[in-house]
């Protein structure tokens, strides 16, 4: 028995709440499809053909749902969660950045190169592609 069947005999047997969605974690998109044509080939098809329906079942990826599980343990709300990883990033390397020069931290220097060095992944900012006459405001017309 493939793991696949194994999820379809586990989907398949009789729910508590039958209207409650299932939750099956995937890695990927293309797994959620693969999956979700394989139940139906299964899940409500008659004895002789694959006609069934795979339906009131949720794919997310497994981030999505340890930071749902996270938020419902803490009380904290997953649209202002400060950690997550698309809020967090420049707050932290700006930590980082004030930090570079301690003597305490070489092996970060090290690794980031020396203080003040431009970094590939650094916020866009409104001055980029500027020339310093212009950031100066030198040879504006007034």
Do not use: K
């Not at 749902?65 to 969660?81: K, Q």
């Not at 420049?90 to 980082?96: A, E, G, H």
């Not at 190169?113 to 980029?128: I, V």
């Amino acid at each position: 028995m493939s793991r696949a069947d194994a999820l379809v005999d586990a989907l398949a047997s009789t729910l508590i709440d039958p209207l409650a969605p299932e939750g099956v974690d995937v890695p990927a998109h293309g797994v959620e499809r693969w999956l979700t044509q394989r139940l139906s080939t299964v899940l409500g098809a008659s004895p002789v053909r694959q006609d069934g329906v795979c339906a009131n079942v949720e794919f997310p990826f497994p981030g999505r749902r340890v930071g749902g599980e996270f938020a419902a343990a803490t009380d904290v709300d997953p649209d202002s969660d400060p950690w997550l990883p698309e809020r967090s990033v420049w707050p932290l390397l700006s930590v980082v950045d004030e930090y570079l020069d301690d003597p305490s931290m070489p092996a970060l220097a090290g690794h980031l190169g020396a203080a003040g060095a431009e970094r590939a992944g650094r916020p866009p900012s409104a001055s980029d592609g500027l020339s310093e006459p212009e950031l100066s405001g030198a040879g504006v017309n007034s």
